[in-house]
């Protein structure tokens, strides 16, 4: 046997943000709770059976931070395919079978900016994505990514 409560009485309670218990039938109750940090609780319990569901609502600064982080993807976005050129003294270790190769004055193509992903900011140490192409003596070109700062490149 099913319970059902009324939609009317579920909406009022959650823009409320009160607390209410609700129920139509012996040994069941639907309770809702709302509080300031936007963190909602519905749970059913009956003599059997036990549901719990717990919701996180957008807090009203949220959408200054989305439209922050927007802006940013918007700002970079346009420079992805641009030509960079290292500008600090930098050493990269993981290319196979090469010992160090020194970034100063090489020049690249920005790919990727990482501190956006899935339309929020993420903390990226090194939120830029360079495709670097160095010859390399016996091998010939060698295609290879580096993680960068800013500071560390400039804009051709």
């Known amino acids: 046997m099913s319970s059902t409560i009324p939609l009317a009485l579920i909406s009022a309670a959650a823009s409320a943000g009160t607390a209410g218990v609700f129920s139509n039938r012996p040994g069941a109750c639907l309770s809702i709770s709302l509080s300031s940090s936007s963190v909602g609780a519905v749970s059913l319990t009956g003599r059997r059976r036990r549901i719990r569901c717990e919701v996180a609502l957008k807090s009203p600064g949220s959408e200054a931070s989305t439209s922050q982080s927007s802006v940013a ?3 970079y976005s346009s420079r992805i395919g641009a ?38 900011r993420v903390s990226a140490n090194l939120p830029f994505k360079i495709e670097f192409v160095k010859d390399i ?3 010939g070109p060698v295609k290879f990514f580096a993680h960068l700062k800013e500071d560390e490149f400039d804009f051709i």
């Open 83 to 120: 030509k960079v050129r290292v500008k600090a003294s930098l050493k990269v270790h993981h290319i196979p079978r090469v010992p160090e190769v020194d970034l100063l004055g090489l020049e690249g193509e920005l790919k990727q900016y990482v501190a956006i992903w899935k339309g929020k």
């Open 73 to 75: 993807i918007d700002e």
């Open 137 to 139: 003596e016996g091998r």
